[in-house]
């Protein structure tokens, strides 16, 4: 898929990941561009940028998604590209309460659900779309100091596994952004779960949002910004009780339960 003049929607579009994809497919010849985010002023920045449009909307509402597609089709046209891309993270550990698990799930897996649910019967009715949803490295490894983190990035994995396979001949393309660590507001901050994620370096979103473009090109369905991820699934695959003989002791290390 070429970006250039497609309409594309972009959440958790005000900053980070989501703000570097908008200029990049601006650059890349986007018709139109929505950014869109709870935080509506860092949407309209974002539109800013772009000559784009800036929405609002909690992710985590499904009504909120349902009326951002309505919206967007009623006034620009067919949305071709729906970046899911929103995401949080919270829920280090088994004890973490539950509504931190809840308010997790609901933003890194039903968001991605909701998108679908609205917006697969009007691509499939006009011959395809696709859908950019972004997970991490950590819905095909797991996460160091991040449980609900790690739990709901697989689970948005399998969401797009399903779509790809139950869609794919109706012409709905499907790929799954899966970086390790990436220089953003939600790496901002001193954890385990960053250093882990940190472990083979930090990319900047610019970085990123090229390797996007290229594998939106070849319509991969995993989009690997860190190529080494793909040698850590193989691993996985291969020995699984040796990669969890490893990531084990990676967390030791990085918990300082061993020396470093």
Not at 7 to 25: E, Q
Not at 93 to 121: C, G, K
Not at 125 to 152: D, E, K, M, P
Not at 228 to 256: A, C, E, F, H, P
């Amino acid at each position: 898929m070429e970006v250039k003049d497609k309409i594309i929607v972009i959440t958790g579009g005000g900053s980070g990941i989501g703000r570097a994809l908008a200029v990049r497919f601006h650059a890349e010849g986007a018709k139109k561009i929505v950014a869109v985010d709870i935080n509506l002023s860092n949407a309209e920045d974002t539109a800013q940028m772009v000559d784009g449009v800036a929405m609002m909307a909690d992710v985590a509402v499904e009504a909120d998604i349902q009326r951002v597609i309505e919206d967007t089709e009623s006034t620009l046209g067919p949305i071709d590209l729906f970046c899911s891309n929103a995401g949080v993270g919270m829920g280090e550990n088994i004890d973490s309460p539950n509504e931190e698990w809840q308010t997790i799930w609901d933003i890194n897996v039903m968001s991605h659900v909701y998108a679908a649910r609205h917006l697969v019967p009007r691509m499939v009715s006009r011959g395809g779309g696709y859908f950019l949803n972004t997970s991490s490295a950590a819905g095909l490894l797991n996460q160091i100091g991040g449980a609900a983190y790690g739990v709901t990035k697989h689970a948005a994995v399998g969401f797009g596994e399903w779509l790809a396979i139950h869609h794919k001949h109706e012409g709905i393309k499907v790929s799954m952004l899966c970086p390790q660590a990436v220089r953003t507001p939600m790496t901002a901050i001193d954890n385990d779960a960053v250093a882990a994620a940190a472990n083979n370096g930090m990319i900047e979103p610019e970085e990123l949002a090229e390797t996007v473009v290229e594998g939106l090109r070849k319509e991969s369905f995993l989009i690997l910004p860190h190529p080494v991820v793909l040698d850590y699934m193989r691993n996985k695959t291969t020995d699984y009780d040796r990669w969890i003989g490893g990531m084990s002791r990676l967390m030791q290390k990085i918990t300082g339960l061993i020396p470093k």
